[in-house]
């Protein structure tokens, strides 16, 4: 033990330094195409995200013309283990299904108090967070040269509210994973849309009794 400096412990596992391919130590990324080295992407498209939007015609009915690329998201997974990151880069199109804008599917972290930082690379967007505990929302902007905390516990969903492709990174711990069920299952209490031509956070029950009403946002 060194007591000068007490981050230096002895190891209790081999130093997975020699055990992290080099192209996994150092990536290059591009924003024109907007690629994480020769990555694959995984895909998904407007079919993806069935139920996730709140007009439900006009998704059908774009759904209809076609079925686009909405956003793509090229993990880097160097290493697992207690205190290890992963960290993926996100490409959203910029797009809308009525008045609400494209957007991921949104999730928890299975491991729920894993916080995750976003870094805006590119393009203008927005993070919508919720706290699962107490349903408290909060949409904060993603943009280029922007860093925005996800913490624990909270849904996050990422929205393109610009004109352009949203770019970004997201850096998470290795044990974090993906819960995708309770934002399947209840959604966010918040719709992101286009009014008065420029985003708002509108809550679900609200738009839903507004088209009741005859009234489609
Ligand atoms: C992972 C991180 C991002 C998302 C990506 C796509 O923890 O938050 O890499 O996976 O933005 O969103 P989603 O909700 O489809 O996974
Ligand atoms: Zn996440």
Redesign the pocket.
């Known amino acids: 033990m060194n007591p000068d400096n007490d981050s230096i412990k002895p190891a209790s596992a081999p130093c997975p330094l020699a055990a992290i391919a080099s192209d996994d130590l150092f990536v290059h990324y591009t924003l024109d195409p907007a690629r994480l080295g020769d990555r694959p992407m995984t895909e998904?498209r407007l079919a993806d995200l069935r139920g996730c939007f709140a007009d439900g015609a006009a998704f059908e009915a774009a759904l209809r013309r076609g079925n686009p690329l909405l956003?793509s998201?090229s993990?880097v997974e160097p290493a697992s283990g207690d205190g290890q990151l992963h960290y993926?880069l996100?490409v959203l199109q910029p797009g809308k299904i009525g008045a609400e804008y494209f957007m991921?599917?949104?999730?928890l972290?299975a491991h729920r108090p894993a916080a995750?930082v976003y870094v805006g690379l590119a393009g203008e967007g927005a993070m919508l967070l919720e706290d699962e505990a107490t349903g408290e929302s909060r949409l904060v902007p993603l943009l280029a040269h922007s860093v925005v905390y996800?913490p624990g516990r909270t849904a996050?969903?990422?929205v393109n509210t610009g004109a352009a492709p949203l770019v970004?990174i997201?850096i998470?711990p290795s044990n974090?994973g993906?819960d995708?069920a309770p934002v399947a299952k209840n959604n966010f209490r918040h719709v992101v849309i286009e009014r008065d031509g420029r985003p708002a956070p509108v809550p679900r029950a609200e738009i839903k009794n507004r088209r009741l009403a005859g009234s489609p946002v």
């Open positions: 998904r956003y998201v993990p993926g996100g991921t599917k949104g999730h972290h995750e996800v996050h969903r990422t970004y997201g998470y974090a993906h995708y």
